[in-house]
């Protein structure tokens, strides 16, 4: 029933309209986006075509013998359009095995997209993969969401640190300084977690250059100096905290906290929701529980991102 082909880079027009009028995809599934690191994965996203039309895309890389929604991602999964149905999506995932068999897979790592994402409901993989491919739960990584529409008051200790950054006279803009907030970022993850961000300074200003309304920078200053920075990723539901990071001094005086609340209760605050991101330690399931407590104190409450494993 259906073609199944992988991706090529003469696709990559094919490839981006799907994604722009798709029901659960953003500009992560952009292939502008997901080729930055083309050299760290071995691309292995596929196509899938019904009577000719392109029906759905899976971003995904190989490693060894394993097909894997793409590691460079932060989510993943089958991406839709709203002329998807569950009978032919557990057709298609019945098809998928059968192909992963014929080219050499033993197994299947799948990120879902989160339900927060979704621009109408878009499940359908959800339940083809638990009907067709027995998948097991393997990670469940703990994310933290606020829903604009029912929003929580900010904890006594966010909003005290408010009012410091208001009564030190902070300010805060958009920026271009990519590289002084960078130094602030890779200055307290050295010192704090001996890592480095995911992303170099030079991917961030490339990706950046090529999605500069969904790559945002804000920055809290005093003075010349940037006391602390947000770089936000903006889709058509959901606004994401992807990295945020302050100064000695600027945790001092709520350089994060008066950032959030000019994206979330001003700039951005139409938007359905505001994600802050996951909090898990390193590449495990264990919480980092301050980070939560933080998160919490502006409001946010838990959604899971999860990942299932299976043999086709």
Same mark, same amino acid.
């Given at each position: 029933m259906f073609d199944i082909?992988?991706?090529?880079?003469?696709?990559?027009?094919?490839?981006?309209?799907?994604?722009?009028?798709?029901?659960?995809?953003?500009? *992560?599934?952009?292939?502008?986006?997901?080729?930055?690191?083309?050299?760290?994965?071995?691309?292995?996203? !596929?196509?899938? %075509? /019904? =009577?000719?039309?392109?029906?759905?895309?899976?971003?995904?890389?190989?490693?060894?013998?394993?097909?894997?929604?793409?590691?460079?991602?932060?989510?993943?999964? *089958?991406?839709?359009?709203?002329?998807?149905?569950?009978?032919?999506?557990?057709?298609?995932?019945?098809? !998928?095995?059968? %192909? /992963? =068999?014929?080219?050499?897979?033993?197994?299947?790592?799948?990120?879902?997209?989160?339900?927060?994402?979704?621009?109408?409901?878009?499940?359908?993989?959800?339940?083809?993969?638990?009907?067709?491919?027995?998948?097991r739960l393997v990670s469940r990584d703990l994310g933290t969401v606020i829903i604009q529409r029912n929003t929580i008051r900010w904890e006594r200790v966010r909003r005290r640190a408010l009012k410091r950054a208001e009564e030190a006279g902070l300010v805060v803009e958009k920026s271009e300084d990519y590289a002084g907030f960078w130094h602030v970022l890779e200055n307290n993850l050295e010192t704090k977690y001996g890592s480095k961000p995911v992303h170099t300074l030079q991917e961030m200003e490339l990706l950046h250059s090529r999605f500069p309304d969904n790559i945002v920078l804000y920055v809290s200053k005093k003075g010349d100096e940037i006391l602390a920075g947000i770089v936000i990723y903006v889709s058509s539901q959901v606004v994401r905290a992807q990295y945020s990071s302050a100064t000695p001094l600027g945790k001092q005086l709520g350089a994060i906290d008066v950032i959030y609340d000019r994206i979330i209760n001003h700039d951005y605050s139409g938007f359905p929701y505001f994600e802050f991101g996951t909090s898990a330690v390193g590449h495990t399931n264990v919480i980092n529980e301050s980070l939560v407590f933080q998160k919490e104190g502006f409001g946010g409450r838990c959604i899971c991102f999860d990942q299932y494993e299976w043999e086709p």
């Open positions: 082909v992988r991706y090529t880079s003469n696709k990559a027009d094919e490839w981006n309209a799907f994604v722009a009028q798709s029901k659960n995809g953003t500009f *992560l599934f952009d292939r502008h986006y997901m080729d930055y690191h083309s050299d760290r994965f071995e691309d292995y996203s !596929l196509m899938f %075509y /019904l =009577r000719g039309r392109l029906y759905a895309l899976l971003p995904a890389n190989k490693k060894e013998d394993r097909l894997q929604s793409h590691m460079g991602l932060t989510y993943g999964g *089958l991406v839709m359009d709203a002329k998807t149905t569950a009978a032919l999506t557990v057709s298609l995932f019945n098809e !998928l095995n059968d %192909y /992963l =068999r014929q080219h050499g897979f033993s197994k299947v790592l799948y990120k879902c997209v989160p339900w927060i994402y979704h621009q109408m409901a878009s499940e359908e993989d959800l339940y083809a993969m638990s009907r067709t491919c027995n998948a």
